[in-house]
């Protein structure tokens, strides 16, 4: 395995990057702008030329000069319209040339070599999918949902617990008026260990509302009122609930809790050795559009290596943030 620092992954990706855009010129030519520089180059030298013929034919008063200034000014405006159209349309072309570009270009293995770098020979059968370990669409509130989708997860193994992360995209109505509809972006993890952990389905969530309640669940006040402020957990089997979540791992929980820069978690739902969670994440930002491995368009080659690293080094560090979270819950090794 390639142990990557930070300086040596930015200078990886950016000979990968330049190394590719080469590849890419050979095969695909790029637009020519010369008939375009022409086009301005002609009308602005005819603008100038016209300016003294004009002057010095008024001072002489030469009626004949005047006609070839307004005949040179008359030419000019249609080929400055050429050129202005012109130089849209070459524009246009240089965007798709470069766009194509950088469509095309395959990021999935800087997501690998991020992740080998964090988790070295613990980590397995990383790949990107179309659909999570378990179904969250299956969940109540998506079943219910006018529309729902999945557009890119994230899977992969550690010491033999698998694991699928991504967004899952709800079209809901609008705050306020119930005709007008809009999609939310909700980024999951669902887990599937090797152990089983909690024979009781249980839910624990750290936002103001639930996002999901099973329907013979009940809350459970633990004795510590900072972890009751902070969590609300619910479940069916109040006993099998307490000793999963022991005073340890509430400790544990409310000091991961005081980290503000990192990735929290809204939601889990926990049963027997099978884990959804919902995270909010602090470094990348997950639309309803959002995706792993695509690019937004940007000008440069520079632009293009900064955004990899930057989306790459974003999305895994809030991924580690969410393994953390379980890896202080004692769900798997350190």
């Known amino acids: 395995m390639e142990d990557f620092n930070s300086k040596d992954f930015f200078k990886l990706i950016s000979q990968d990057v330049k190394s590719a855009f080469e590849k890419y010129k050979l095969k695909n030519k790029r637009p020519k702008v010369k008939i375009v520089t022409a086009l301005w180059i002609i009308p602005a030298i005819l603008i100038h030329i016209m300016i003294i013929v004009f002057f010095f ?4 008063a030469s009626y004949f000069g ?3 200034a307004v005949w040179m000014f008359l030419i000019s405006i249609p080929l400055f319209i050429a050129a202005i159209t012109m130089t849209s349309s070459i524009s246009r072309i240089k965007h798709d040339y470069v766009a194509r570009f950088i469509k095309g270009f395959n990021i999935s293995k800087y997501y690998k070599l991020e992740m080998d770098r964090l988790f070295g020979d613990y980590l ?3 790949s990107f999918k179309k659909s999570f370990l378990t179904s969250v669409l299956k969940l109540r509130p998506f079943a219910f949902s006018k529309r729902s989708r999945v557009r890119e997860v994230m899977t992969f ?10 967004v899952v995209s709800t079209l809901i109505p609008s705050q306020g008026n119930s005709h007008i509809n809009r999609y939310i972006g909700q980024t999951f993890i669902v887990a599937n260990f090797t152990k089983n952990f909690l024979e009781s389905p249980t839910n624990m969530y750290f936002a103001k509302d639930p996002f999901l309640l099973l329907d013979d669940a009940k809350k459970i006040d633990f004795e510590s009122p900072e972890f ?4 609300n957990v619910f479940s069916s089997d109040q006993i099998a609930a307490r000793k999963f979540i022991n005073p340890k791992r509430m400790l544990n929980i409310l000091e991961m809790s005081r980290k503000n820069n990192r990735a929290k978690p809204e939601y889990l739902f926990f049963h027997k050795y099978s884990l959804i969670g919902e995270f909010r ?3 990348s930002k997950h639309d309803e559009d959002h995706d ?4 937004e368009f940007v000008e440069t080659l520079d632009e293009v290596v900064g955004q990899i690293y930057n989306k790459v080094k974003n999305e895994v560090s809030d991924l580690h943030d969410a393994l953390k979270f379980f890896q202080i819950m004692g769900l798997f090794p350190d």
């Open 57 to 60: 034919s008024w001072i002489l």
């Open 66 to 68: 005047i006609q070839v």
């Open 124 to 126: 397995t059968d990383f």
């Open 157 to 166: 193994s550690l010491e033999g617990q698998k694991f699928s992360y991504g």
């Open 228 to 231: 009751n402020n902070y969590a």
């Open 281 to 283: 994440t602090f470094r």
């Open 292 to 295: 792993f491995t695509s690019l």
